[in-house]
């Protein structure tokens, strides 16, 4: 794609991208050019009522690429449509107990990923977290980081106790910081990653995502094996980042 990178998007870089002015300068032509592809591949679809704006669109776009910047997934293929809602949204859920019974109700959510093919966000929890951001959180870097999981099956060699299945390092170092991470909740200890991780591997890898990029001196002081997997795998080192 040679077309120059607008100006009113590189605006929004600077005015509303924070981890923007934190890339080095190769990463940031990189990251123009990637969303350059993603928003002219990718579906934005208006749910719950939301008007979606171009900056909104560069926002998400900005985030999803920065966890494509040097190995590209070739841009989320198969990702065919961005869902946004205003807010948290309500979902139907069927629960099934440990006797079969099954309860059907509603769950509010903040955003889900549905076997590659969509990714749903409340653009309330991602405007939010935009700035003043000290627990790390960001529902786009969480949601896409579940797609890329899903397409290199980081996770899928761990079972939900958090033994590994699989015999390779990655599957042992996210392994191990799942059971970490459960085990510090049931000291009541803190961590930099967002508890919610110990729902699941799938989880623990999203959050660790969110804090890999949001805080990564505190997630290399706590899990230092956990940073370099990610390390490894986004290829990008965000300890060597401004700020
Ligand atoms: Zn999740």
Known sequence: MNQPFPDRWL?????????YKRLPHYHRETLQKRMQIFLSEKMFEECGGITLTEKMKVIIAAHACVLILVETADYYADLQSVLVYP?????????????????????????EYWNMGNIVLSWADIDRNLYDNPDGHNLVYHEFSHFLDDRYGLTAGIDINGMPQRDDEWTHVLAKAFRRL??????NRRSSLDLYGAESPQELFSVATEAFIEKPGALHTEMPDLYKMLQEFYQLDPLRWRG
Request: overall charge negative.
């Open 11 to 19: 605006q929004i870089l600077e005015s509303s991208v924070p981890v």
């Open 87 to 111: 807010d948290d949204y309500v979902a139907p859920v069927n629960e099934m107990d440990e006797n079969g019974v099954v309860t059907e109700g509603l769950e509010h959510r903040k955003g």
């Open 182 to 187: 459960r085990q510090k909740i049931s000291e």
